[in-house]
């Protein structure tokens, strides 16, 4: 692993390990500023209505996820997964905050830019983590050259095979010859005598 990597992913992460303490600390804060976005995705899909039945238990999942995600992604262990699971936590974040934050003000209104602009930011930073491949190639490479070199490798044995094929005819041929002068010759040596 890089220097680079060492020192981005657990500075990367430590925004989203205090955000998650955060949310599971204060997890009816937190579900409050769920509640109207939770209501809108039950109505939106109704399989989804029964989370918001519950805001405060998916904002204390959504704490846990995050703080777990963001420990693992520091700690570089399944960093891609992590990456891909802070992504979507930190995009209903994102959403719950800018649906919540205060426009009526000019300075309201910029601070929601800001905190927007910022959250995309993290976004970006953790979706680059979620395709990052710490310097090995990715299962889609890895699996196209699998093919391709299993491709090479039975096309060399079929050429291999052929070859020997054709050495073994061509020494059954020509014990098949000898045989056969050793036949001639013994039958002209009986019949001659």
Request: a positive charge; proline letters at 3%; hydrophobic letters at 45%.
């Amino acid at each position: 692993m890089s220097i680079v990597r060492k020192l981005a992913r657990p500075l990367l992460a430590a925004g989203f390990v205090a955000a998650g303490v955060e949310r599971l600390r204060n997890a009816d804060q937190t579900a409050q500023q769920l509640t109207p976005t939770l209501n809108r995705l039950g109505s939106a899909v109704p399989s989804a209505a029964g989370l918001a039945e519950n805001p405060a238990a998916v904002a204390r999942v959504l704490g846990a996820t995050q703080l777990g995600a963001a420990a693992m992604l520091g700690l570089g262990k399944f960093s891609r997964l992590a990456g891909l699971v802070l992504a979507a936590t930190a995009g209903v974040n994102t959403l719950v905050e800018y649906r919540n934050s205060d426009a009526t003000t000019a300075e309201g209104r910029k601070d929601r830019r800001t905190q927007l602009l910022k959250n995309l930011s993290l976004i970006g930073g953790v979706l680059l983590a979620a395709v990052d491949t710490n310097g090995r190639p990715g299962l889609a490479w890895r699996a196209e050259h699998l093919v391709s070199d299993t491709q090479r490798s039975v096309r060399a044995m079929g050429k291999d095979a052929g070859r020997r094929s054709r050495k073994v005819t061509k020494q059954t041929r020509k014990q098949l010859a000898k045989a056969e002068r050793a036949v001639r010759s013994t039958a002209s040596d009986i019949a001659g005598s």
